[in-house]
């Protein structure tokens, strides 16, 4: 028997895992054949504090340092563009992330195919990162294993009972026993929850497509940062010398291994091609992800109140990567009865009590 089991391999629970080791052995439960398989392994892979609602944000800040220490962030920067249609949502988030406004001929001396005709204002910040996301979990699960904690993959989870020391979980690699019981399976963690005879929260998964096309005229992207539209209407980021566009659709689905939707992904390549002077001509690549939300759209971390041997770490959105380090040692304090680092009215909007 081990101290904890966490479902879900992702970077909710490998982050999880790398700070609940030290209090106790884990035992991590994947059901794909590798890591990071489904929304962890399709992020856009920023750091960007100011990103999400408060409680959000202040995991990020309290997160920086481990993704600084651990050297995981590179320069990117981040601008917003915005046209005279999108003036008012421009200038809302404009002042939400913080950034410095730039006229239209401003921005595109730094991305040179902005189209001036149509995108009049622009705001920017450098204080935006590439996350190593890769590193980032494998980093994780070093220290779950240097902690004698175990991985084992293949293991979709098919039955869970409550024992009178833990929980007894069922897979098809074997039956595993732990006192504390840790949901962070992504978009499936409403289906644990019921499979575990605890009350769902009602998590939504969101499908977002993405599409890499080749470097737009030939240009070197390598340092232009990452490009919001107004509204969130589309992004696109530099990535390995091409450019990852995305509509930003936010569509309600079963969870599932996802995949892009084509006519989604035009559309969205269409409302990028309306700012920009150079046309999308082919995708090199296309796939989507899932970004799971709590019906608050902020994270859920802590206990089940009827059951606090069975913890909540899901709703992570698309803030799951910049927001681990905070997010894992979180937990740990709560289980391990420590004052957490954020302040407590944040830990009290983490809560999963908020639904109870």
Known sequence: MTDFIIIGGGVAGTSAGAYLAPLGTVHLLEAEPNLAYHASGRSAALFEESYGKPSTVALNAASRAYHVDNTLLSPRGLMLVGTKDTANDFEAERQHMGLDLMTGAQAKAMVPILNTDVV????????????????????????????????????????????ATGWQVTTPSGTYAAAILVNAAGPWVDQIAQMADIAPIGFTALRRSMGRIPAPGGHDVSHWPMIFGASEAWYAKPDAGALIVSPAEEHA???????????????????YEDCVTEPVTRLLSSWAGLRTFAPDRTLVLGPEPSQPNFIWCGGQGGYGMQSSPAAGRLLADLIGGKTPVIEPAHVAALAPARFR
């Open 253 to 271: 689905v079963a969870p599932h291994d996802a995949y892009a939707d084509d006519m989604t992904l035009a559309e969205g390549m269409a409302r």
């Open 120 to 163: 009049d204002r622009a705001g920017y910040h450098a204080d935006a990162w590439d996350l190593d996301t890769d590193r980032l979990i494998q980093g994780y699960v070093k220290t779950i294993r240097a902690n004698g904690g175990t991985v084992t993959t293949k293991s979709p989870v098919t039955a869970i009972e409550k024992t």
